[in-house]
């Protein structure tokens, strides 16, 4: 149980247009999930929470504008990153949570993302 | 502000053998939860271990143990009987204030 899956797994995508990733929930509804990046060989980074039916909240230093979350469902958020450039290539991974609390974080396997 | 450092870039170990990766925490928060992860090759984050801090004893999951020092804010990786497939990215994290924070990670080698 608790299966998180990403999609799509890995995008590219020229410098200027919109990605969006999506974040589901495969067997448990999740009233929070979490959005991470990794950049090479380094650590995760959170960069918001998401609340099903409410406004993300963004880690100071990550553009609201940049990065759009949606979570509109218990099993689905969506993180856009829009108008992307080369910088924000990166690996990008969400967390979903159950009933059992936040501190029970299931993973997603991840989305690679690349900017030409 | 909650932060986990691990001195330890990258170790090896011998196959069957142990090996104790070595993780520090720093929280104002007196109730908090203590992770490890693993991080293989695909990239999939796999929970490793996980210790809640009102808990004095150590977590222990079949050949992986903790050594928790919670005045010391110490928080040890024990991997007993080391496999070849126990090679990965190993990273230290703290739940804490509805954030999990990670370190920046341990790269294990297992050497056959």
């Known amino acids: 149980g608790a299966v998180v899956s990403q999609h799509p797994s890995w995008v590219i995508c020229k410098s200027g247009t919109s990605v969006k990733i999506e974040c589901r929930s495969l067997d448990f509804q999740a009233t929070t999930m979490f959005w991470y990046r990794q950049f090479p060989k380094q650590s995760l980074m959170l960069m918001a929470t998401?609340?099903?039916?409410?406004?993300?909240?963004?880690e100071q230093g990550v553009e609201k504008d940049k990065f759009l979350i949606n979570h509109a469902s218990l099993t689905l958020s969506t993180l856009t990153v829009t108008s992307a450039h080369p910088e924000d290539s990166s690996f990008y991974i969400c967390?979903?949570?159950?009933?059992?609390?936040?501190?029970?974080?299931?993973f997603g396997p991840g989305t690679r993302l690349t900017v030409l | 502000a909650q932060t986990v450092t691990q001195s330890q870039p990258e170790m090896s170990v011998q196959e069957a053998e142990t090996v104790t990766l070595s993780c520090t925490y720093d929280t104002s928060e007196s109730d908090y939860y203590l992770f490890w992860y693993k991080q293989p090759p695909s990239r999939q984050m796999i929970l490793v271990i996980r210790?809640?801090?009102?808990?004095?004893q150590n977590a222990t999951e079949n050949r992986f143990s903790v050594n928790f020092q919670k005045a010391a804010k110490s928080f040890s990786l024990k991997i007993s009987d080391s496999q070849l497939g126990d090679a990965a990215m190993y990273f230290c994290a703290i739940f804490g204030n509805e954030k999990l924070t990670f370190g920046t990670g341990t790269r294990l080698t297992i050497i056959p």
């Open positions: 998401s609340n099903e039916g409410s406004k993300a909240t963004y």
């Open positions: 967390s979903a949570v159950t009933s059992g609390g936040a501190n029970e974080q299931f």
């Open positions: 210790q809640e801090a009102y808990k004095q």
